[in-house]
Nanobody, 126 residues
Framework: QVRLVESGGGLVQAGGSLRLSCAASGSISNTNTMGWFRQAPGKEREFVAAIRWSGTVPYYADSVKGRFAISRDNAKNTVYLQMNSLNAEDTAVYYC???????????????????WGQGTQVTVSS
Protein backbone atom coordinates (compact mmCIF):
# COMPACT_ATOMS: atom_id res chain seq x y z
CA GLN A 1 0.00 0.00 0.00
CA VAL A 2 1.01 3.59 -0.62
CA ARG A 3 -0.18 6.71 1.11
CA LEU A 4 -0.04 9.95 -0.84
CA VAL A 5 -0.40 13.32 0.86
CA GLU A 6 -0.65 16.50 -1.21
CA SER A 7 0.14 19.97 0.05
CA GLY A 8 0.77 23.45 -1.31
CA GLY A 9 -2.65 24.36 -2.65
CA GLY A 10 -4.30 27.68 -1.94
CA LEU A 11 -5.65 30.91 -3.36
CA VAL A 12 -3.55 32.80 -5.88
CA GLN A 13 -4.16 35.66 -8.29
CA ALA A 14 -4.14 35.10 -12.02
CA GLY A 15 -0.60 35.16 -13.32
CA GLY A 16 0.79 33.88 -10.04
CA SER A 17 2.55 30.66 -9.11
CA LEU A 18 2.13 27.77 -6.72
CA ARG A 19 4.14 24.64 -6.03
CA LEU A 20 2.31 21.49 -5.05
CA SER A 21 4.01 18.63 -3.24
CA CYS A 22 3.00 15.01 -2.91
CA ALA A 23 4.73 12.95 -0.24
CA ALA A 24 4.56 9.18 -0.57
CA SER A 25 4.89 6.69 2.27
CA GLY A 26 4.48 2.95 2.60
CA SER A 27 5.51 0.66 -0.24
CA ILE A 28 7.61 3.11 -2.24
CA SER A 29 8.25 0.47 -4.89
CA ASN A 30 4.64 1.13 -5.92
CA THR A 31 5.45 4.69 -6.99
CA ASN A 32 7.34 3.99 -10.22
CA THR A 33 5.11 6.40 -12.12
CA MET A 34 3.59 9.37 -10.33
CA GLY A 35 1.18 11.84 -11.75
CA TRP A 36 -1.01 14.83 -11.10
CA PHE A 37 -4.65 15.05 -12.07
CA ARG A 38 -7.19 17.76 -11.42
CA GLN A 39 -10.94 18.02 -11.16
CA ALA A 40 -12.93 21.21 -11.51
CA PRO A 41 -16.54 21.44 -10.29
CA GLY A 42 -18.89 19.61 -12.63
CA LYS A 43 -16.04 18.23 -14.75
CA GLU A 44 -14.25 14.93 -15.13
CA ARG A 45 -10.93 14.39 -13.44
CA GLU A 46 -8.26 15.15 -16.04
CA PHE A 47 -4.60 14.43 -16.50
CA VAL A 48 -2.14 17.23 -15.77
CA ALA A 49 1.38 15.79 -15.64
CA ALA A 50 3.31 12.62 -14.88
CA ILE A 51 6.84 11.38 -14.40
CA ARG A 52 8.48 7.99 -14.04
CA TRP A 53 11.09 6.98 -11.44
CA SER A 54 14.00 7.98 -13.67
CA GLY A 55 12.56 11.45 -14.02
CA THR A 56 14.02 11.87 -17.47
CA VAL A 57 10.81 12.20 -19.50
CA PRO A 58 7.91 14.21 -18.09
CA TYR A 59 4.45 14.19 -19.62
CA TYR A 60 2.05 17.13 -19.71
CA ALA A 61 -1.45 17.94 -20.78
CA ASP A 62 -1.50 20.42 -23.65
CA SER A 63 -3.35 22.91 -21.47
CA VAL A 64 -0.44 23.22 -19.01
CA LYS A 65 2.57 22.62 -21.25
CA GLY A 66 5.07 25.44 -20.91
CA ARG A 67 3.50 26.68 -17.66
CA PHE A 68 3.71 23.67 -15.31
CA ALA A 69 6.73 21.54 -14.45
CA ILE A 70 6.72 18.17 -12.71
CA SER A 71 9.73 16.84 -10.86
CA ARG A 72 10.50 14.25 -8.23
CA ASP A 73 12.99 13.74 -5.43
CA ASN A 74 13.27 10.00 -4.95
CA ALA A 75 15.36 10.42 -1.81
CA LYS A 76 12.42 12.26 -0.24
CA ASN A 77 9.72 10.13 -1.90
CA THR A 78 8.14 13.34 -3.09
CA VAL A 79 6.85 14.61 -6.42
CA TYR A 80 6.33 18.29 -7.13
CA LEU A 81 4.22 20.33 -9.51
CA GLN A 82 5.46 23.85 -10.13
CA MET A 83 2.60 25.87 -11.58
CA ASN A 84 3.30 29.23 -13.21
CA SER A 85 1.19 31.74 -15.11
CA LEU A 86 -1.93 30.41 -13.44
CA ASN A 87 -5.33 31.36 -14.80
CA ALA A 88 -8.93 30.83 -13.73
CA GLU A 89 -9.18 27.64 -15.81
CA ASP A 90 -6.57 26.05 -13.53
CA THR A 91 -8.93 26.25 -10.56
CA ALA A 92 -9.56 22.68 -9.39
CA VAL A 93 -8.80 20.09 -6.79
CA TYR A 94 -5.41 18.63 -7.65
CA TYR A 95 -4.78 14.96 -6.96
CA CYS A 96 -1.55 13.03 -6.78
CA UNK A 97 -1.54 9.49 -8.15
CA UNK A 98 0.93 6.61 -8.28
CA UNK A 99 1.43 3.16 -9.71
CA UNK A 100 4.11 0.50 -9.56
CA UNK A 101 4.09 0.25 -13.35
CA UNK A 102 6.27 2.21 -15.74
CA UNK A 103 3.57 3.87 -17.76
CA UNK A 104 4.05 4.93 -21.34
CA UNK A 105 1.03 4.77 -23.61
CA UNK A 106 -1.39 4.92 -20.66
CA UNK A 107 0.43 7.56 -18.63
CA UNK A 108 -2.46 10.03 -19.14
CA UNK A 109 -5.17 7.54 -18.15
CA UNK A 110 -6.76 7.76 -14.71
CA UNK A 111 -7.39 4.03 -14.69
CA UNK A 112 -3.70 3.27 -14.97
CA UNK A 113 -2.99 4.58 -11.47
CA UNK A 114 -3.57 2.51 -8.35
CA UNK A 115 -3.09 4.98 -5.53
CA TRP A 116 -4.55 8.42 -5.01
CA GLY A 117 -4.14 11.24 -2.53
CA GLN A 118 -6.99 13.16 -0.94
CA GLY A 119 -6.47 16.22 -3.11
CA THR A 120 -5.54 19.85 -2.53
CA GLN A 121 -7.61 22.83 -3.65
CA VAL A 122 -6.12 25.38 -6.03
CA THR A 123 -8.16 28.51 -6.62
CA VAL A 124 -7.06 31.17 -9.09
CA SER A 125 -8.80 34.52 -8.81
CA SER A 126 -9.10 36.68 -11.91
Amino acid sequence: QVRLVESGGGLVQAGGSLRLSCAASGSISNTNTMGWFRQAPGKEREFVAAIRWSGTVPYYADSVKGRFAISRDNAKNTVYLQMNSLNAEDTAVYYCAATARSLYATVRSRGAYDYWGQGTQVTVSS
